[in-house]
C-alpha cells in the first residue's frame, strides 16, 4: 500500500466519524455556510494579481514537519497583504498537522480559500463550505472519473469551485465541464518524487478554455515565467514559503522578485 491509499484508507475512517459527530443539518446552520464565495478563477485571471496560491502547511508525509510553529492568521495575513491571489489551507489532522479551525481562522482574509484536503465524500463539500471555504480539491489520483463528476457537480451546486488536481497523462480523462480549473501535480502522490517538467508536458493536452494551475516544486521566479509563458495563470506553492522561520516574510521577498523579473 503507498502513501495515497493510507492516507485514503485513514481519511474514509476519519470522514465516517465526522459524519457521527457534526450531521449535514448543524453544517448548514453555520455562518460560513451562509457566505458568498470568493472566486478563484477570476482571481486567477486577473492580470493585475500573481497569480501565487500561497499555502499554509506544517507538516507532510514526504518531508515530516515544516513549519511547526507558525501562526495560521499571521501567516495567510503577510500573504494575503503581499499579493496571494488566493490561500490555500490544509485541514488534513493525521498526516500534514492541519485542522478545520486553521481554515475558519484563515477565514479573516478576503481572498479565495482553498481546503487542501483528500475529499471523498459529498459531506467534506458541505463540511467545506461551512468552514468559509471557496474551493475544493479534487484529486484525481484518488478518484475515479465519474467520482470526480459527482462530486465536481455537487460541489458547484452549492456554490463552490473546485479545483481538479492531476499527476499524469492517465488522469486526463477526470476533466469535465465542472472542472474548469485544473492543476497539475509536479510531484507523484504515489511516490513523491518531483518532476517540475510534468505541468509543462500535460499542459497542451488540456482543453483550451482550461484554468491552469502548476502545484508543488516551484521555488524560482523562473518557473514561474516558464510557466506563465505556457498558458498557466495559477502557481500552486507551499513548502518554499513554509519552511522559512518567517513565510510571511520569504512570500514578500519572492513576489518583490517576482514583479521586478516582470518589469
Not at 20 to 43: C, T, Y
Not at 137 to 165: N, Q, W, Y
Not at 177 to 198: A, H, Q, S, Y
Amino acid at each position: 500500500m503507498n502513501i495515497l491509499d493510507t492516507i485514503i484508507a485513514a481519511k474514509r475512517i476519519e470522514v465516517a466519524g465526522r459524519k457521527l459527530q457534526l450531521p449535514v443539518s448543524l453544517l448548514e446552520k453555520s455562518a460560513g455556510f451562509k457566505r458568498q464565495k470568493i472566486s478563484l478563477e477570476q482571481f486567477l485571471l486577473d492580470d493585475n494579481r500573481t497569480g501565487i496560491i500561497a499555502e499554509f502547511k506544517r507538516r507532510s508525509p514526504s518531508k515530516g514537519i515544516i513549519n511547526a510553529n507558525a501562526d495560521v492568521v499571521e501567516v495567510t495575513r503577510a500573504y494575503a497583504e503581499n499579493g496571494a491571489s488566493a490561500l490555500s489551507v490544509l485541514t488534513d489532522e493525521l498526516f500534514f498537522g492541519g485542522s478545520t479551525a486553521d481554515l475558519e481562522a484563515a477565514r479573516i482574509n478576503q481572498i479565495p480559500i482553498l481546503r487542501k484536503d483528500f475529499i471523498i465524500d459529498e459531506y467534506q463539500l458541505v463540511e467545506a463550505k461551512s468552514m468559509g471555504a471557496d474551493v475544493i480539491l479534487l484529486i484525481a489520483a484518488c478518484l475515479s472519473p465519474g467520482e470526480v463528476k459527482f462530486l465536481a457537480r455537487a460541489a458547484t451546486d452549492l456554490g463552490l469551485e473546485v479545483l481538479l488536481e492531476l499527476h499524469d497523462n492517465d488522469e486526463l480523462g477526470h476533466v469535465n465541464e465542472f472542472t474548469p480549473i485544473v492543476g497539475i501535480n509536479n510531484r507523484n502522490l504515489k511516490t513523491f518524487t518531483v518532476d517540475i517538467d510534468r505541468s509543462l508536458s500535460m499542459a497542451s493536452l488540456l482543453p483550451a478554455n482550461t484554468v491552469k494551475v502548476a502545484e508543488s516544486g516551484i521555488d524560482k521566479v523562473d518557473n514561474i515565467k516558464l510557466f506563465r509563458e505556457n498558458g498557466f495563470r495559477g502557481f500552486l506553492m507551499g513548502e518554499f514559503f513554509m519552511k522559512s522561520p518567517d513565510p510571511g516574510e520569504a512570500f514578500r521577498h519572492f513576489v518583490h522578485q517576482l514583479k521586478t523579473a516582470s518589469l
